[in-house]
């Protein structure tokens, strides 16, 4: 998909749907202001299914809230970077434009599904509501598109299911109506937050299909956030590795698996039993990621790094080029020989 | 939700049997020989075998108690001691002034003190919500009569906006009906709203940081609707709870403030049977205001199964 | 100490309590302030400058002066001597009410929460039925049968008060009945009493503090509205709301008479309100309730 610029600081060009270009985000903590994400850059392109990955804590999630200028605040603040849809910087529009690009130009699918639908209200209110907003339709109308999208994520009697309430729904139902909330005007971008977590096997694969056909379809584009490796190999065309609240690596998913050219991304790999497997999870790399109020100098993996080095950990290390179309965050890029998954 | 409502009205019917007994019971209170007390200064042999007659006191208790409860169910509470007056019309006749004044003072409470709350909770620590606390803790703490009171002399008599006393029923005009009624209300309203504005910062403090209010914002919907629909239907639970609560204190507060402001109540006819013993007719008062009050209760009960669809199945 | 805290697993801390209490400066003021208010009305015959029923008529319904710093009544009695007098009788008869209510509420509550049963649930049921009133309404229509005066006016407002003392003492003994070390000094036949006494009282007592110093003000505004009417009360003693109910009628020409005695009884109850809302902030977990 992707055809291969080198990264402007600029404005976005015509197939390219979004640029972030070094977000730097912090949070006040007891411990004083915490950098949560330090200097996040990525792009998406119309069509385009992105997965970002990392370990929990790297702060993928607040990733996608700053996209939508959701960053809570307190204790949160935005203190620098870029965020483009198309022309727009999303970082210095009013809020009014930002509400209108929320739920209908942008939208999220959060983590949290038992948390993150109202108790209050039925869940086809909560869909149509939104369709409402957007498209200045009618309830009847509001209605319509609800039981629409509770179909086609797969809800059984969408027609009749549309006017219960979030606590008449299972885990996964109540996810999958997270997500017809979200394509209900029909967005030209989505962050999936973990979308199928939640989910069995069965009903996974079916949400993997619906992602891949509003993207065949609509070309809408994705920024697939997961731990699971699994789904990334076989949902995303472009993968972008987190940790510690940086980008450590980014590149196309074959060469991303062929050839890591992060150590981080190589133990990402190696915890991966299988490939293709969607049960398996990011888990086995020795040591935990740093909290944000005490970072490591230098590069932020240093301390976990079977490949760390005293110079490692003398000043930040910058995402430079590491090939066609791909990047990496290594003070040692050039000498190393990293194993792919096999 | 009608099985909600039956539900409780099983567990209100009960209660209001016991509470007609205990206000029945009040007569066992009286020292001596009840017909001797209530039947007025120095009383006539007449008087008191009167007396005696009207308060059934020639039966058994429990038979006295049964005939009084017949009757009160079928809206006969027996007649005033002093001017024969039948209680229940006594009664009707002051209902409108009583229920126009808690209904006013109840809706002032509600909007100012969600309002308040609202705003406090919205943005917890800021200048407003310091604001908003410290005046709740006065609200809470000054007498409801002497706001009444204060209310009078700066807007009656230092500035004459609205008359000091007195009342208009709604039919003669709604704005001198609500005129008389302003500063009355407002003094029952001001502790009730005090209250009903803390719980409500709480409840919103709370509330806003819920997942689900975050993806209320991720649809773009208009901070009004944020707030307005997603947060406060959330909020209202608690804030309904302490409703009732500062509903029943508040009537409570109808007979002083019904006094000083001369509106013919049946505030004001509690104090004046109180004041002169009359039995029957206090006993009226009372099961008036407890059903009054019982009712409240229902309505907060059934608004639980609105606010919390969760209830409603049980 | 030390092993006095193993014999009670769940010992209310009340030393921890009263620890938290103190740093609260809002409470800590508000006692202080409720300190001096009493201090200053119990002297009363001490400070004051004049007597309760000095009469001085050429000076009536006079504004502030030197001779009487708060101005005089419509008798020409001192405002700011009577206020002091009256100070003493509305916090005794508040104090009259409220004790009337633990001796009621707490015995019960302990007797509910302990036993359980049946007579549990009678209390639980009274309880409700007293509560259904408001209580300013029951407590005169007590008065209607029993007769005016402060005495009766202060025990129909105990008995209003009791249940929610009940209610407080009840829970609180439940739950620590229901303590495996409570049960198991039950199975091994302590007496009753002595597991009253030494277990649960001690944890019963922080939430009836609570609610003891919010019941405090409640019964000061009952007792005030109370003998405003003339049902509480009544002249010549003076009380903060007999003199409110005077004051009222001289409104027009005196509203001294009116605000003087309204912030008395405000500043009173505003203190026992902050210092109970300070004691349940240092009890921690009753705060977050709803109810
Ligand atoms: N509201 C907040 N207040 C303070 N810190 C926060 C807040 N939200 C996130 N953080 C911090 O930001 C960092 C990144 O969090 P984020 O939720 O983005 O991680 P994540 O990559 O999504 O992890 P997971 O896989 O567990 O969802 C974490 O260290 C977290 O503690
Ligand atoms: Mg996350």
Known sequence: MRTGQPNQPTGGTASELLRISELRVDFATEHGWANVLGGVS????????????????????????????????????????????????????????????????????????????????TVGDQISETFRRHRRASRKQGTQRAVEVLDLVGIPNAATRVHAYPHEFSGGMRQRAMIAMALCCDPRLIIADEPTTALDVTVQSQILDLLRSMRA?????????????????????????????????TAPVHDLFQLPRHPYTEGLLSAMPQLGSRTAKLASIPGHTPEPWAMPNGC????????????????????ESAGTERQARCARLAELNLRGAS | MLLLIARRLLVTIPLLILVSFLIYSLIALVPGDPAVTLAGQDP??????????????????????????????????????????????????????????????????ILLGVAAGTLAGLRPGSWIDRVAT???????????????????????????????????????????????????????????????????????ANVMTEDYVRTAEAKGLPRSRVVGKHALKNAALPVVTVFGIEANRLIGGTVVIEQLFAIPGVGQLAFTSVFSRDMPMVQGVLLTTAVLILLINLLVDVSYGYFNPRVRQL | MSDHAIEHPQAPGLRRFLRRFRTNRTALVAAVVLALVTIISLSAPLLAPYSLHEIDVPNRLSGPTPEHWLGTDSLGR?????????????????????????????????????????????LGRGADVLMTFPAVVLAMAIIAATGPGLTNAMIALGVVYSPRLFRVVRSATLSVRQETYVEASISIGTPALSIIARRILPNVLSPLLVQISLMLAAALLAEAALSLLGLG???PTPSWGGLLGVGFTEIRTTPLLVWLPGIAIAITTLSFNLIGDGLRDALGRETRKGD
């Open chain 1, 217 to 249: 379809e609509i070309g809408t584009g994705i920024l697939f956030i997961t731990h699971d490796l699994g789904v990334v190999a076989e949902l995303c065309d472009r993968v972008v590795v987190m940790y510690g609240g940086e980008v450590v690596e």
């Open chain 2, 44 to 109: 006539t042999p007449e008087q008191i075998a009167a007396a005696r007659e009207e308060l059934g006191l020639t039966d058994p208790f429990i038979v006295q108690y049964w005939h009084w409860l017949v009757n009160a169910v079928q809206l006969d509470f027996g007649a005033s001691l002093f001017n024969s007056e039948p209680v229940a019309s006594a009664i009707a006749a002051r209902l409108p002034a009583t229920l126009s004044l808690t209904v006013l003072a109840l809706l002032i409470a």
């Open chain 1, 42 to 121: 990525l792009d998406i392109h119309d069509g385009e299914i992105v997965g970002l990955v990392g370990e929990s804590g790297s702060g993928k999630t607040v990733t996608g809230l700053s996209i939508l200028g959701l960053v809570p605040s307190p204790p949160g603040r935005t203190s620098g970077g870029h965020i483009w849809l198309h022309d727009e910087d999303l970082t210095e529009v009013a809020e009014p434009r930002l509400r209108q690009i929320r739920g209908n130009e942008i939208s999220m699918i959060f983590q949290e599904p038992m948390t993150s639908l109202n108790p209050a209200f």
């Open chain 3, 78 to 122: 001192d405002t700011l001597s009577r206020l002091m007098y009256a100070g003493q009788v509305s916090l005794a008869a508040a104090g009259l009410a409220v004790a009337i209510a633990i001796v009621l509420g707490v015995p019960l509550g302990l007797l509910a929460g302990y036993r359980g049963g049946v007579l549990d649930w009678l």
């Open chain 3, 233 to 235: 009360v009544v002249p």
């Open chain 1, 300 to 319: 932020r993996f240093g301390p976990r790094c079977t490949y760390h080095q005293e110079s490692c950990s003398e000043s930040p290390v910058a995402l």
């Open chain 2, 134 to 204: 410290f005046s709740a803790s006065v609200g809470v703490a000054v007498p409801y009569f002497w706001v009444g009171m204060i209310l009078v002399l700066l807007f009656a008599i230092q500035t004459p906006l609205f008359p000091a006393i007195g009342y208009v029923p709604i039919g003669d005009g709604v704005l001198t009906w609500a005129s008389h009624l302003i500063l009355p209300a407002t003094a029952l309203a001001i502790a009730p709203a005090a209250v009903i504005a803390r719980q409500t910062r709480a409840a919103v």
